[in-house]
């Protein structure tokens, strides 16, 4: 069970999805990825922007973030169980290095490397949100 609150998560993949999603220079493993949990990163950023509320009793929507949260920990190599609440903090624990500690050629390079190697698979569920 991860220690990161959820309201945390969804800050970190809000902001995971808004800053790389339209990268040009993702690898085809990045962009999969970007594909696949194409629910629960912008249901992340709704929550996380308090556009949506996600609905008592209906675990769908926290089922898909809690997925992709995983997932994303998986790609950056680190542990799923640990408390983080900052993307930089994941980054610290990433075997990959900061992007402002090494030149952008080497991140880009390392990050795309590690989810080359990554076969990523999920469910897609069904969200149901209510404005909140």
């Not at 008592?56 to 994303?72: F, H, Q, R, S």
């Amino acid at each position: 069970m991860s220690n990161t609150p959820f309201s945390d998560k969804c800050t970190i993949l809000a902001w995971f999805w808004v800053t790389w999603k339209d990268d040009e220079r993702n690898h085809e493993s990045w962009k999969i990825f970007f594909r696949t949990y194409d629910v629960g990163l912008p249901l992340s950023w709704l929550v996380d922007n308090n556009y949506v509320t996600l609905k008592m009793g209906n675990d769908a929507g926290k089922k898909a973030i809690e997925e992709t949260w995983m997932a994303l920990c998986q790609a950056l190599d680190v542990d799923e169980n640990k408390k983080y609440a900052t993307v930089n903090e994941m980054f610290d624990d990433s075997p990959l290095e900061f992007p402002e500690e090494a030149d952008e050629g080497s991140w880009w390079d390392a990050r795309n490397a590690l989810l080359s190697g990554l076969i990523l698979t999920f469910s897609i569920p069904v969200v149901a949100v209510s404005r909140g």
